[in-house]
């Protein structure tokens, strides 16, 4: 998982927040983990920019129903 650094969101956090409006960057990070454990069932570097605003998206819905 990446890191903030110095308060600007790095790697697939930017683009997260953008799929799902969230920002708050513990709820972004939980996202992106469940992106990579339960949608994908991978790495995240393979994926196009549309299905990772997909899977973002659902991502936050799966954490939303928690």
């Known amino acids: 998982m990446t890191q903030a650094v110095n308060g600007k969101l790095t790697g697939y956090q930017a683009l997260i927040q953008e799929a799902t409006g969230v920002t708050d960057l513990e709820h972004i990070e939980r996202i992106e983990d469940t992106m990579r454990h339960v949608i ?27």
């Open 40 to 66: 994908f069932h991978s790495t995240l570097d393979w994926q196009t920019r549309e299905q990772l605003m997909r899977g973002a998206r659902e991502a936050l819905q799966i954490i939303t129903l928690v």
